[in-house]
Nanobody
């Protein structure tokens, strides 16, 4: 599975962005997809994940109610809708795929896309 994240940019506090994760590979619909982020000088942080079926998305507490993960298996794509963005959301955002998709640890995810920068100005 090959992944490519896009959609990052510069936005003001309170603004919105929609990140996309485009995947190649016929078995993509079998994989859970997770979103992670990494701020300068910090470890890569789990943001949320979505089951291969599109059910039961999970999020870290700091983004609950603001971020929404969805997927379109027919289009081989997963999305991260980010609303009410805050400066602390500034980071490089990555999408990852794995058959399990239950772990919060980056090292447990098998496939990774390149990151897309999200910058939230105050």
């Amino acid at each position: 599975v090959q992944l490519q994240a896009s959609g990052g940019g510069l936005v003001q506090t309170g603004g919105s962005l929609r990140l996309s994760c485009a995947a190649s590979g016929r078995t993509f619909s079998s994989y859970a997809v997770g979103w992670f982020r990494q701020a300068p000088g910090k470890e890569r942080e789990f943001v949320g994940t979505i089951h291969w079926s599109g059910r039961s998305p999970r999020y870290i507490n700091s983004v609950k109610g603001r971020f929404t993960i969805s997927r379109d298996n027919a289009e081989n794509a997963v999305y991260l809708q980010m609303n009410s963005l805050q400066p602390e959301d500034t980071a490089v955002y990555y999408c990852a795929a794995d058959l399990s998709g239950v772990s919060y640890r980056a090292q447990d995810w098998r496939y990774w896309g390149q990151g897309t920068q999200v910058t939230v100005s105050s």
